[in-house]
């Protein structure tokens, strides 16, 4: 999971620097619906859950599974704007990061403050590194494994490593058109003769022109392309299946715990995101897109409730297992039902299109 929330941080690094999101006003619409998408399911969780022993799992309410939004809104192809999907993503991502946040805060264990400042020294380091032009990729990857160890031994919840080192990925190439096309010029186009000698001085100018082609895309954009597949299709899929493996007993829809999954999913989600959105642009703060009217957003905010993976992850953290059968129930009951209504309003509010 700690590399599924580094593509994710790499998603939205990339989202606030380079894409749709540099605009200020419109990233904080989507951070601001992404806030009341948490707070108001947590809100509706707790009230129902008052006094009850389901009540420390207020933090499975509060996250969208990102996949499976996208997925849905890719069944209605080109009718669908794309700042919907856009927003959609962005929202999805502020989701996951603040569902982490909320794991490494209220469902970790007791602090070891020695580990803790090691896991700190080496995100330093890692800071140090990028400043003073470190571009090997496998030692990154080193200095973060040691990162998460350290982390995980500090009692904090290890995935926020991911988060971490996805947001302090440079977003900037490291190789520009301009260097790359001198380097072509002096190593590629060096005629080599047919000396052994030149032939192999020829195979390393054409290693160093490899190395300076890869770099012209920036590290951002690069360990996307390179562990997106992965997270995709392996990390995912085998998180689901391990997390989704339950009885299915009907006997526990009548679970307050289940009831209160459902409400906060299903209503919680939609009234927060609109709600806060609402607010945030008739305050002035944020900006709405043009081509994003009110019936999207309420449609996008009922795919929102789909909160399956990140849901059963937190949920198994958060329950003990006599609640754990009622939790994932009505995650599931509630990531079906917030799917259908999120598609049908969509696909009233595109028709025509």
């Known amino acids: 999971?700690?590399?599924?929330?580094?593509?994710?941080?790499?998603?939205?690094?990339?989202?606030?620097?380079?894409?749709?999101?540099?605009?200020?006003?419109?990233?904080?619409?989507?951070?601001?619906?992404?806030?009341?998408?948490?707070?108001?399911?947590?809100?509706?969780?707790?009230?129902?859950?008052?006094?009850r022993e389901g009540a420390h799992g207020w933090g499975t309410v509060m996250?969208?599974?990102?996949?499976?939004?996208?997925?849905?809104l890719a069944l209605l192809g080109r009718r669908i704007p794309q700042?919907?999907?856009?927003?959609?993503?962005?929202?999805?991502?502020?989701?996951?990061?603040?569902?982490?946040?909320?794991?490494?805060?209220?469902?970790?264990?007791?602090?070891?403050?020695?580990?803790l400042a090691l896991g700190a020294f080496g995100i330093a380091s890692v800071r140090g590194m990028a400043r003073f032009g470190i571009r090997s990729v496998p030692l990154y990857f080193l200095v973060g494994a040691v990162i998460w160890l350290s982390v995980d031994a500090s009692g904090i919840h290890a995935t926020i490593t991911g988060v971490v080192l996805g947001l302090l990925t440079p977003t900037g190439r490291w190789v520009s058109d301009d260097r790359l096309q001198a380097i072509r010029e002096r190593e590629v186009d060096d005629p080599s003769g047919d000396r052994r000698g030149d032939r192999a001085e020829g195979r390393r100018a054409w290693r160093r022109s490899k190395v300076a082609i890869r770099e012209t895309v920036s590290p951002v954009e690069r360990l996307e392309i390179m562990l997106h597949p992965w997270v995709s299709f392996a990390i995912m899929p085998l998180f689901a299946f391990a997390n989704a493996g339950m009885p299915l007993s009907w006997a526990d829809r009548g679970s307050p715990v289940t009831f209160a999954v459902f409400v906060g999913f299903t209503i919680g989600k939609p009234v927060g995101i609109l709600a806060f959105g609402w607010l945030a642009v008739r305050s002035g703060l944020a900006s709405r897109p043009p081509d994003m009217g009110w019936g999207l957003l309420a449609g996008g905010g009922l795919l929102a409730g789909i909160g399956f993976t990140m849901a059963l992850f937190i949920a198994d953290l958060a329950l003990d297992d006599a609640l754990i059968n009622a939790a994932k129930l009505g995650i599931l009951s509630a990531s079906v039902a917030s799917a259908v209504a999120g598609l049908a309003v969509l696909a009233w509010a595109t028709r025509g299109k």
């Open 1 to 51: 999971m700690t590399l599924f929330f580094f593509v994710v941080a790499l998603e939205l690094k990339r989202e606030l620097v380079l894409g749709e999101l540099r605009s200020p006003r419109m990233a904080a619409f989507s951070i601001a619906a992404a806030v009341g998408g948490m707070l108001v399911p947590a809100a509706l969780y707790l009230t129902l859950q008052l006094g």
């Open 63 to 72: 996250a969208t599974d990102t996949a499976f939004v996208i997925g849905c």
């Open 83 to 115: 700042s919907l999907r856009v927003f959609m993503l962005s929202l999805a991502i502020v989701d996951d990061i603040g569902a982490i946040l909320v794991v490494a805060i209220g469902y970790s264990s007791q602090l070891a403050w020695g580990a």
